[in-house]
């Protein structure tokens, strides 16, 4: 409550100032998304300090309703000159034809250099050899497990490969009064598991450029029956809404594992509380042989600049000023997201915590997802559909594999047609 | 002559042109872009949306979505609109009654779910249909049913989403016909009384010819706020599972908003225009008609 009422007014004197001091200076327009907003203010008097021509103009913008702001402010001209954008949406704004190619400030930057960043990330910005971003904070997806149900099965460690987490996953469900219970979550409605995994059969996801879809080639499909094995042997529950709270779930043992994001943290450590306290841990995700580490999404936000700000060279000045190690930091101990810039990692503030250690083993292994406008729509309406069918049995895995690479083919259709008369 | 009758039509023009700028025109542009491929691609670059005549209707008729979408949204109004107009009638007429005390209170309570918001009401209804700890499978349980996930299966999710829409919605209806009745004289029934009616036949011969206006007007109203079925199921299920609950505002909404396919979700809207507007007169057809 504090905190917000510190924020706000912050807000507040903030927005007066702005309207107040009509000199020279220049405003940078910053558009944030989701709880980063409200905390960025914070750290921004010290850049303003530093330069005193230059003011930033912070608008949050809810995650929910990102998208679609964004969109409308590139159709009607209205961008902001920097935004914080999810990385898997900067292909979106690359179609769109509204973001600036950063690799000429790069080059010439004394602050921000690749071998800062986690490769896996600092790809995902790269479309078609152009730079179009910079990782502000990230995020990739490990597995949590419960300790305590691990080792009752027989496991002092976490599953290294798929067949050990398939193995486990059966000695849990096997411990007496587990029956009602089970060994993993991997909600068919969500697709990160079913890609991640396909990544780590080997599967491209896409092929020929992305122009057509892969989902039936051996190697996704290798994964996919994978995971459909889970739910048709009652290792994992099916219905999504038998796990209203994940973390209630997670404390009630009625799963022992689950593939999530740093942003749960907290959330579990807020649940786990005295006794089960030490119950629990993160560790990267298994592979598929012992030989391979398993990979992950490289998740998280970036910064933008939009290719129509009349004040670019401010914007870049804040951008370097934002990737600063001790900045990133401090911007992790406000708001918990995971620095970008890897120097900031050896902080104790990280480097002590025993349950973030696990996000940056798995930052060295990450993958991007396929760089296309159409991606989200590929894996939320299709992908998700599909799986869900598998699982639930109205298709049989080869069935739904089929139908999804013949949607996905319909949906890049115009993503053909484009390459082709480019 | 002439000037005398042009009077009236410039006091018209400035809400005509409101409707016809804000109205019209975008109207008109949906309609011409749902013959066109018009997509993320084509927002900042109209150059790349290619004027496809009628593929996105043909389209239509081969997604499987979109009649699922249709069958989800025809099962919701066909079970939901009656339902909801016999539970306000009953309402009204209880609450019209001379028996009842507390009537301002009993109207505010029935009332309270419409003005009370969606959201809020949705997580409130997530817990009371919550397979492990909601309270109808405990309630339930006493009349040895098993219990139910509401929400996570197929076949009861778009029963738990009518129970909720009716009960979000039915105070409204009740409101007005509360109105209906109290237009009803009062010497009818008198004299209903006198010749010896009783209370059902009284109910057939009088309140219910009596409220046809009411009744028409109530279940056109309905009928189109049902067939733009949306907020329940988004805020409660997201269309899922298994897509037993998308429905065609939610799949447009989805096409449109989501995944930027303007072209195809203009479509859609336009498909939907035409079966409201479909029900609208044929509602209007059997109202009209001597009733049996």
């Known amino acids: 409550m504090n905190r917000f009422l510190s924020s706000s007014i912050l807000l507040i004197l903030f927005t007066f100032g702005c309207g107040g001091s009509g000199d020279d200076k220049i405003v940078i327009d910053f558009w944030t998304l989701g709880a980063e907003g409200e905390y960025i203010l914070e750290l921004i008097p010290a850049f303003e300090k530093e330069n005193p021509g230059i003011e930033v103009n912070v608008q949050q913008i809810p995650w929910t309703a990102a998208q679609e702001k964004l969109i409308t402010a590139v159709a009607s001209d209205n961008t902001p000159d920097l935004c914080q954008l999810g990385n898997t949406w900067i292909p979106q704004f690359v179609a769109l034809n509204s973001l600036e190619i950063l690799d000429e400030y790069v080059s010439s930057s004394d602050q921000i250099k690749k071998e800062n960043y986690f490769d896996g990330i600092w790809s995902t910005n790269i479309i078609e050899n152009k730079l179009y971003g910079i990782p502000w904070y990230i995020d990739t997806r490990v597995l949590f497990y419960r300790t305590d149900v691990l080792a009752e099965a027989g496991l002092n460690h976490p599953p290294q490969t798929w067949e050990e987490l398939y193995d486990v996953s059966k000695k849990i469900k096997e411990i007496p009064g587990k029956k009602d219970k089970y060994a993993i979550y991997l909600p068919a409605n969500e697709w990160a598991s079913f890609v991640i995994f396909g990544l780590q059969a080997g599967s491209t996801i896409l092929k020929n450029n992305n122009r057509y879809g892969n989902f039936s080639g051996s190697k996704f499909k290798k994964a996919f029956e994978f995971l459909v094995k889970f739910h048709k042997q009652g290792l994992a529950p099916i219905g999504i809404s038998q796990v209203t709270n994940v973390y209630q779930a997670f404390k009630d043992e009625y799963f022992a594992m689950y593939i999530s994001g740093p942003w749960n943290i907290n959330e579990f450590k807020k649940w786990m509380t005295e006794d089960l306290k030490d119950k629990w841990m993160t560790a990267p995700l298994p592979g598929p042989d012992e030989n391979t580490q398993g990979v992950s999404l490289a998740g998280g936000s970036s910064l933008v600049m939009f290719n129509n700000s009349e004040k670019k060279i401010e914007t870049w000045k804040f951008i370097e000023f934002l990737s600063r190690p001790s900045i990133q930091l401090n911007f992790y101990k406000l708001v918990n997201s995971l620095p970008a810039v890897k120097d900031a990692w050896n902080d104790s503030t990280l480097a002590g915590d025993k349950y973030i250690h696990a996000f940056y083993k798995q930052f060295h292994h990450v993958a991007a997802t396929p760089k296309i406008p159409e991606w989200e729509r590929i894996v939320f309406s299709k992908l998700q559909q599909y799986a869900e069918f598998a699982v639930r049995g109205t298709m049989t895995t080869d069935e739904a594999l089929k139908a999804l690479d013949e949607d996905v083919n319909n949906i890049l259709e115009k993503r053909r047609w484009l390459l082709e008369n480019e | ?292």
């Open chain 2, 1 to 292: 002559m002439r000037i005398r009758y042009s009077a009236p039509y410039l006091f018209l023009t400035p809400a005509l042109t409101a409707i016809f700028v804000f109205f019209f025109i975008p109207v008109i542009a949906a309609f011409v872009i749902s013959f066109t491929d018009f997509d993320i691609y084509a927002i900042n670059n109209f150059g790349t949306a290619r004027f496809i005549g009628f593929d996105n209707y043909k389209a239509l008729i081969n997604d499987q979505l979109f009649w699922t979408s249709l069958k989800n949204t025809f099962y919701f109004v066909i079970a939901a609109g009656p339902l909801s107009i016999a539970i306000s009638l009953g309402a009204a007429i209880l609450l019209s009654s001379k028996l009842v005390r507390l009537k301002p209170l009993f109207r505010l309570t029935y009332f309270l779910p419409v003005v009370t918001t969606l959201v809020a009401v949705a997580i409130v209804w997530r817990f009371i249909y919550h397979p492990r700890f909601g309270i109808l499978n405990y309630f339930l349980e006493f009349f040895g049913i098993n219990p139910i996930d509401w929400l996570g299966d197929p076949n009861w999710a778009m029963p738990a989403i009518i129970l909720m829409a009716v009960w979000k919605n039915f105070g409204y209806n009740m409101i007005i016909f509360i109105a209906g009745l109290q237009n009803i004289p009062e010497d009818l029934y008198e004299a209903a009384t006198i010749d010896g009616a009783n209370g059902w036949q009284k109910f057939k011969k009088i309140t219910l010819p009596m409220l046809a206006p009411t009744t028409l007007f109530i279940s056109i109203i309905t009928m189109i706020g049902f067939f733009q079925l949306f907020a329940e199921p988004y805020v409660m299920t997201q269309g899922g599972p298994l897509n037993s609950t998308l429905s065609i505002v939610q799949y447009m909404y989805q096409e449109g908003f989501r995944w930027w396919n303007m072209g195809y979700s203009a479509a859609i809207a336009f498909v939907l225009f035409l079966i409201i507007f479909t029900g609208t007169l044929i509602q209007f057809k059997l109202q009209k008609s001597p009733e049996a």
